[in-house]
């Protein structure tokens, strides 16, 4: 969101609401004289949904990221805790460089992050029409909302044994898992979505002669499509998390298989690094999807996305 | 059915059919559940309008305006009771009524001229025919330098013009409002108000208005539709006699004052 330009006029504060009535003779009822006026004084720093100016925006995530790097740097640095269990922030870098140089790190990057891809995409596809159907017509939401809400509330990690049964231990497993982790949740928020959208877009598209098809297609979809964006990017962060949970049970390759594999021979350092690369990727996606969503909804005015 | 450009004939479409109204409403009622009870908000309801009126309906805040309106429209089916557009009994939705709501209802993702356009496709317009009808409703409601800008870019005003374009283009039987500039400060209504009038003039709509400003519903109808509240019934049919052509300042003369205290005490009954 742009700043507010300083030409705009000041909102009104809270207080000038309460102000009595300007045409009102009646006495007061209170005929004790109001003790403490309450009066909201402008701040940059805790402005609410106001913008920040640019140097706080960029100070502020050097001392969000700074802070945590100096305790991990003292702790470390300064001996408090053992090299085996906090390697220092440099040992982690170079260590990093070091899988990547001669252990062929990308390979792993590159297997996790088309498995999370793939369950992701599976997951979007079998979504976002279940969820515009349920959220549109209440007849397929009875239908279906027994199965989605249940299913919803069962851990995927308990079905993981089944699924190794059913699709064996080869890469069909893993997008499964991570499939089933989220598409229960991209429903249920897709439909949230589609039952948000206020009643005058819906009756407008009627009575311009939209039959249901087109109100799905050109209404129900457009003005959901924001939202539904907003869910892949929450739910993306939750693919990893069911990735991992699938690598660490089977796999010769990814970043979760090499993380336990690390914490087997105590690589603590290596741990860490797989970790920090997982953050990256789910930056970067994020990111990604943030300008996915901007291209596909630049109508859409929400502050901050 | 023959797309052209009518704006201001109404086409008898076969010569030797009855003169039916456009629109009318028959021994309409509408009962809600409210918390176990049966509440009953339309009674017995009856309205007829005739090709190119221009009719407002006004009543007391809670009468059961707007559910009229949405039954009217399609949007709510009626306890009892029935529809007839050009004596067809109608259910259910269609862009042979129009409509334009009170909040602003416009498809935000789309352009204003876009928004236009989304009736005339489904509609089964050719391009050129779209295109032609875009520019000439644009005109209308004076918003052609904004046919690209989106819903986010206009003002209050320009979005309710915007919304009474693309019903119009789409041109309908009968045009229902419901309060549509009811969100409005009071000299963007006055404008709206007479660009209604000239709208009208222009374009000789069949138009359903409601309103609960008496004022408004004097100066752009030539019928007022006076309601009753608890249970909602019409208390009487009240034919405006003032010049078919007005201006703002027609709201001080004594005709229009009487009429206006005349209805206000109906309604304050
Ligand atoms: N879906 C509903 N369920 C139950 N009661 C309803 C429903 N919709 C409307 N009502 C009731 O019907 C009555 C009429 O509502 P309506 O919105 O038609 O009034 P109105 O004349 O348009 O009022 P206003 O001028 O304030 O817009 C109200 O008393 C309202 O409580
Ligand atoms: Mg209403």
Request: charged share 20%.
């Amino acid at each position: 969101m742009t700043e507010f330009s300083s030409k705009a006029p000041e909102p009104t504060t809270p207080d000038e609401e309460r102000s009595p009535n300007q045409g009102n003779i009646a006495a007061p009822i209170n005929k004790q004289p109001t003790k403490k006026r309450l009066r909201l004084r402008p701040s940059t720093f805790w402005s609410v949904r106001r913008g920040i100016p640019t140097w706080l925006k960029i100070v502020m995530p050097i001392i969000g990221i700074g802070i945590p790097l100096i305790i991990w740097s003292i702790l470390s640095y300064g001996g408090f805790v053992k090299d085996i269990f906090l390697p220092a922030p440099t040992r982690v870098i170079s260590t990093g460089i070091e899988l990547f140089t001669e252990d062929e790190l990308i390979k792993d990057i590159f297997a996790s992050a088309s498995r999370v891809l793939g369950g992701f995409a599976l997951a979007g596809l079998v979504s976002i029409p279940i969820g515009l159907l349920m959220g549109t017509f209440e007849s397929i939401a009875s239908l279906l909302n027994p199965f989605v809400s249940a299913v919803r509330y069962m851990p995927v990690a308990a079905f993981v044994p089944l699924i190794v049964i059913w699709a064996g231990i080869d890469e069909t497993a893993k997008y499964l898992i991570v499939f089933l982790g989220i598409v229960l949740y991209n429903i249920a928020m897709i439909v949230d979505a589609v039952r948000a959208i206020p009643d005058e877009l819906l009756n407008a598209a009627y009575t311009l002669g939209s039959n249901r098809f087109v109100l799905l297609s050109k209404v129900i979809f457009p003005a959901a499509l924001p939202s539904i964006m907003n869910t892949m990017r929450v739910n993306i962060a939750g693919a990893w998390n069911f990735l991992i949970l699938a690598e660490l049970i089977a796999a010769e390759q990814g970043l979760g298989f090499r993380i336990i594999r690390s914490q087997r021979y105590l690589q603590t350092d290596r741990v860490l690094f797989c970790i920090l690369i997982i953050g990256i990727i789910g930056l970067l996606t994020d990111f990604l999807l943030k300008q996915l969503g901007m291209f596909l909804t630049p109508w859409y005015e929400q502050g901050e996305r | 059915m023959a797309k052209t450009l009518p704006l201001t004939t109404n086409s008898g479409d076969s010569p030797q059919a009855v003169e039916h109204p456009k629109l009318s409403v028959h021994g309409l009622s509408k009962s809600f559940v409210y918390q176990g009870n049966p509440l009953t908000v339309l009674d017995d309801v009856d309205i007829e309008l005739k090709a190119n009126e221009f009719i407002c309906l006004v009543g007391a805040s809670g009468c059961g305006k707007s559910t009229l309106l949405k039954i009217i429209a399609g949007l709510m089916s009626p306890t009892t009771g029935e529809v007839r557009v050009e004596g067809e009994a109608v259910e259910g939705p269609g862009s042979d009524r129009g409509m334009v709501f009170q909040s602003y209802s416009l498809f935000p993702w789309l352009t204003v001229a876009k928004n236009v356009e989304f009736g005339l496709k489904l509609q089964g317009f050719s391009k050129a025919e779209r295109r032609e009808r875009i520019a000439y409703y644009l005109d209308v409601v004076g918003l052609s330098r904004f046919a690209n800008a989106l819903p986010k870019q206009l003002s209050g005003g320009m979005k309710q013009r915007a919304a009474i374009a693309r019903a119009l283009a789409n041109e309908p039987e009968v045009m229902l409002m419901d309060e549509p500039f009811g969100a409005l400060d009071a000299q963007t209504k006055e404008q709206l108000q007479q660009f209604m009038q000239e709208v009208w003039e222009r374009t000789h709509m069949t138009i359903l208005m409601v309103t609960h400003d008496v004022e408004e519903a004097i100066f752009l109808s030539h019928r007022v539709y006076i309601m009753d509240a608890h249970p909602g019934r019409i208390r009487e049919n009240l034919h405006i006699p003032l010049p078919e052509h007005r201006e703002l300042d027609i709201k001080i003369m004594p005709q229009f004052l009487e009429l206006k205290r005349y209805i206000t005490n109906q309604l304050g009954h």
